[in-house]
């Protein structure tokens, strides 16, 4: 079966089409369009297994999208003419090309949550329960509204982790560069230097240094080949069962990165939690949900074993006050929300809470790591430039003492 995009009239309407079809070659792709009461006037062959890392949907065009068909909605134009006109303002190719096919979708009866449901790698489960939930509340504008500002915090936040992240990240760089330079340009000239000194011994340091040298220059070739099988196998095994639940463990319990985390999750699953309560998906659903999109298989299945509780007949804030994965504040709030009956409330207020814990703790973490990355630094620098200056400074006191 292959995707064949077309454009095609409406007969008793002379309305003019433009969307997609699945079908086994362009002849039965005609036969199918013809037989919804359609004049074909073009059909093009579109490869439907093409995928690209680069064709993804950015985040921020999916919030855009949201707001946009949140404001048409509650304006209160139909569905499909708002998807259609959210369509033509919307910058991003591949986010157009869905979007085609989400307006057949709709206009063939389907309901918009089961029409995003066929592109996870554009909406995502947490997008598509939600928006199904305001379809059946009657609040989808609602619903979009509060989805955009929950993709948008949690976007603010992983945003935030990697601009911390980026000055370490440089100054490992710079590192690796300085020790790369000194090795293949600086020491063989200090060992060209005391070939002219005969009976002149290199300090140890040096020797090691050199060893080294002489070996990445020899086996450059063997050294880049390592680097890359150890980076693709690294990154192989962490995608399995057992590394992924290695890496996730990690996260929660090495010191300073594990309080920095711990916040994470628990404002990805506060947030998250809120905005699905408040469009009206169902306590159970929202967990199951809320388990997929916290992206750590340990917090993953404390929540799985919440719902077998919930299920049971305990409370959300029972299910999960016992668990060490969950921070104190988390089941507290829950259980007022319970109590009040505004649960959606207290999961955002404990979003909000967590999410400023979180960068007061980014800054923290910031704080501790320029110093300790500087000493390292410093430490390096000053091996190698003992390396190279000590045996000069050898030289010069054998030739003073001659």
């Known amino acids: 079966m292959a995707n064949f995009k077309f454009q095609a009239r409406d007969t008793t309407s002379g309305k003019l ?3 997609t079809v699945e079908a086994q070659d362009e002849k039965a792709a005609a036969q199918l369009i013809q037989s919804k009461g359609l004049s074909v006037l073009l059909i093009t062959g579109e490869d439907s297994n093409k995928k690209s890392y680069f064709n993804k949907v950015k985040t921020k065009d999916r919030v855009l999208f949201a707001r946009q068909l949140s ?5 209160g134009l139909p569905l499909v003419k708002s998807l259609q006109m959210v369509e033509h303002q919307t910058n991003s190719k591949t986010l157009k090309t869905i979007l085609v096919k989400v307006q057949a979708s709709v206009e063939s009866g389907k309901s918009l949550g089961d029409s995003l449901t066929n592109y996870p790698e554009a909406f995502n489960d ?6 199904a939930a305001g379809e059946v509340s009657g609040t989808l504008d609602k619903t979009l509204d509060r989805l955009a500002m929950q993709q948008e915090k949690d976007a603010e936040v992983i945003s935030k982790i990697r601009s911390a992240m980026t000055y370490p990240l440089i100054i490992v760089v710079v590192m690796i560069a300085l020790v790369g330079f000194m090795l293949t340009s600086v020491l063989p000239q200090v060992q060209t230097l005391y070939a002219g000194f005969p009976g002149a011994k290199l300090p140890a340091t040096t020797l090691l240094l050199l060893s080294l040298s002489h070996l990445v220059e020899k ?4 050294t880049i080949l390592i680097l890359i099988a150890t ?3 690294a ?3 962490f995608r399995t069962e057992g590394g992924r639940s290695f890496f996730d463990r990690a996260k929660l319990s090495v010191k300073p990165f594990s309080r920095l985390f711990n916040k994470l999750y628990m404002a990805r699953f506060t947030r998250t939690g809120s905005t699905l309560i408040a469009s009206g998906v169902p306590l159970i659903q ?3 949900v809320t388990s997929e999109a916290i992206n750590n298989v340990i917090i993953e299945k404390s929540i799985q074993d919440a719902i077998k509780l919930v299920r049971g007949g305990k409370s959300l804030s029972q299910a999960i006050e016992n668990d060490k994965h969950f921070l104190d504040l988390v089941p507290n709030m829950i259980r007022i929300g319970e109590e009040s009956g505004t649960l959606d409330q207290m999961m955002g207020k404990a979003a909000d809470y967590y999410e400023k814990e979180l960068d007061d703790e980014i800054k923290n973490i910031s704080t501790i790591i320029e110093p300790v990355l500087m000493i390292l630094l410093g430490v390096v620098a000053l091996v190698i430039v003992g390396a190279v200056l000590g045996p000069i400074y050898g030289l010069a006191g054998q030739n003073l003492g001659g």
């Open 286 to 288: 929202m967990l199951e």
């Open 126 to 131: 947490i997008f598509v329960k939600m928006v």
């Open 231 to 233: 980076f693709f196998g």
């Open 219 to 222: 086996f450059w070739w063997l």
């Open 71 to 75: 404001t048409l909605i509650n304006a």
């Open 17 to 19: 089409i433009r969307s």
């Open 235 to 237: 990154r192989a095994w």
